[in-house]
């Protein structure tokens, strides 16, 4: 089982270049970083869903994360970089595209694809999303990227986008495409994921919630003529528990990625050996 680590990194807090090298030197497989662009005012839902909740600070500190990755690309050799979660509707596929497949060649194809649609509609609204109907257009963005990265002249009309045959450059080096995971934990990421995905990212559920849904994800693929092992599980948590993340390896996640915080007060290269003991134990 694989281990990687998760932050927003807030700006100020480290020196993203430095803390990625040691995550390599200490062997673990992968970093991730989250995604919010802008945050409302006045916003009618915070985190988890909670009408009228306040969003804290954090989620306003938080940077770009493919350019965050791009620096610990640039840091590193053999590091995973992911994303957890990019908010796909909240960005122009055929740009999204051309950033990704340009980070993967860069860091000679070590890009992964969180995916995630956001909870935030204010935020969706201001960036283009169509927040009721955000997986429908996350599907339509990858099924573009997708054309993007392995067609020739990729052509597309859709609800969304639509555009002529186009030319497009660099392909990604990892063939056919970065691996694509999906966020969420609703029954229906399950046939989503056996659909267009390599993955299932769920994030902080506990090992039995976890088994559940790799006999579903199973399922799922059994229904499409796919073999259910060809989808992956990255568990998203913030528990170092090691009886629980054996729990969660038992239940069939293939990555544990490690949250951890990164705001004023708290020193992320303390806690990343500390993640880093708990892999190797």
């Known amino acids: 089982m694989h281990f990687g680590i998760h932050s927003a990194f807030h700006t100020g807090s480290v020196d993203l270049a430095e803390f990625a090298a040691r995550c390599e030197q200490l062997g673990l497989e992968s970093l991730w970083l989250p995604e919010h662009t802008v945050i409302p005012v006045n916003p009618s839902v915070g985190p988890g869903g909670v009408v009228g ?4 600070d954090s989620y306003l500190l938080m940077t770009d994360p493919l350019i965050g990755l791009t620096i610990a690309a640039a840091a590193t050799k053999t ?13 122009h596929p055929v740009d999204l595209a051309k950033r990704i497949s340009s980070l993967d060649f860069y860091s000679g194809g070590r890009f992964i694809l969180g995916v995630g649609t956001g909870w935030q509609p ?3 609204a201001a960036l283009g999303g169509d927040f009721p109907r ?3 257009q996350a599907s339509e963005s990858l099924e573009i ?9 990729p052509e597309h009309d859709g609800h969304y986008h639509s555009f002529p045959k186009l030319r497009f450059h660099p392909q990604p080096v990892q063939k ?3 691996p694509i995971l999906l966020g969420g934990s609703t029954t229906r990421v399950f046939d989503r994921v056996a659909a267009m995905a390599n993955g299932w990212a769920p994030w902080g559920i506990a090992p039995d919630e976890l088994a559940a849904g790799r006999r579903l994800l199973n399922d799922a693929c059994d229904r499409i003529g796919r073999a259910g092992d060809t989808a992956s599980i990255t568990v998203f948590t913030n528990n170092r528990d090691p009886d629980v993340i054996d729990a969660y390896s038992a239940a069939g996640a293939d990555r544990i990625v490690i949250t951890m915080d990164s705001t ?14 708990l892999a190797a134990s």
Do not use: Y
């Open 53 to 56: 909740g306040p969003i804290p």
């Open 79 to 91: 590091l995973r970089l992911g994303t957890g979660v990019l908010l796909v509707p909240e960005h």
């Open 122 to 124: 204010e935020e969706s």
């Open 134 to 136: 955000r997986w429908a």
């Open 145 to 153: 990227m997708k054309k993007l990265w392995t067609e020739n002249e």
């Open 176 to 178: 056919p495409h970065p």
């Open 264 to 277: 004023p007060g708290h020193d992320p290269f303390a806690r990343l050996e500390q993640v880093a003991k």
